[in-house]
Each structure stands twice: as structure tokens, then as C-alpha cells.
């Protein structure tokens, strides 16, 4: 499996924008379908995104879809998540995961994810 660290999380006004980085370990980072997570203060865990192996299939919740775009340069072992005209109900803490079968499809199930980052947090200010 993959080991993996989110990065790009902050503070930012309404309406402004965010783009959250997760770089990953090992060689085969490639084989593995990614999604982003995210979770707010006494809330469930949500999956807002997610991304085939080979990226030309996505995902997103319908919270997120039209305001956020998921990406991945496997090349350089990183997904992305694009966040634009964020709302202060998308402060959370964010979480990259990787599925945990190889070769699949960008999935809407959750569980399908096993390994997770340790999370960044995004705060938008109203």
C-alpha cells in the first residue's frame, strides 16, 4: 500500500479558493484509485471526491460538485483537490485515502477506501 500526507489546508474567506495537495509513497501509488475525505466538528466523515487509478473517471459528492475538481499527477505521486467559491460550511478537517483494491473505478462507496492521511484542516470565514 501507499503511505500518504495532505497538505494545503488554511484559512480563507467565502468565496475564495483552496487547493489541497496529498502526496504519496511508493511505487505504486499509480495502481490506486484516490478520494478526498473530509469531516467537520460532530459530524460524519463525508466523501467529497474521488478519482480513478488512471484519472479519467471522478466522482463528487453533490455538496462539492461544480465547486470542487479532484485530480491526480501520477507521475509526481500527488492528488489534488481544487476548492473554489468555498462556503463556511466547507470548513473541515480534509483526508486523502487510497482504495483498497488496485485498477478501480472512482467510487462513491466509502469503505472502499483504507489507507488515510492524517488530515488537513480547511476553515472558511464567513
Known amino acids: 500500500q501507499v503511505q500518504l500526507v495532505e497538505s494545503g489546508g488554511g484559512l480563507v474567506q467565502a468565496g475564495g479558493s483552496l487547493r489541497l495537495s496529498c502526496a504519496a509513497s511508493?511505487?505504486?501509488?499509480?495502481?490506486?484509485?484516490m478520494a478526498w475525505f473530509r469531516q467537520a466538528p460532530g459530524k460524519e466523515r463525508e466523501l467529497v471526491a474521488a478519482?480513478?487509478?488512471?484519472?479519467?473517471?471522478?466522482y463528487y459528492s453533490d455538496s462539492v460538485s461544480g465547486r470542487f475538481t479532484i485530480s491526480r499527477d501520477n507521475a509526481k505521486n500527488t492528488v489534488y483537490l481544487q476548492m473554489n467559491s468555498l462556503k463556511p460550511e466547507d470548513t473541515a478537517d480534509y483526508y486523502c485515502?487510497?482504495?483498497?483494491?488496485?485498477?478501480?473505478?472512482?467510487?462513491?462507496?466509502?469503505?472502499?477506501?483504507?489507507?488515510w492521511g492524517q488530515g488537513t484542516q480547511v476553515t472558511v470565514s464567513s
Open positions: 511508493g511505487p505504486t501509488f499509480s495502481m490506486y484509485s
Open positions: 485515502a487510497a482504495d483498497r483494491n488496485t485498477f478501480g473505478d472512482a467510487s462513491s462507496r466509502a469503505n472502499r477506501y483504507n489507507t
Open positions: 478519482v480513478s487509478w488512471s484519472g479519467d473517471s471522478t
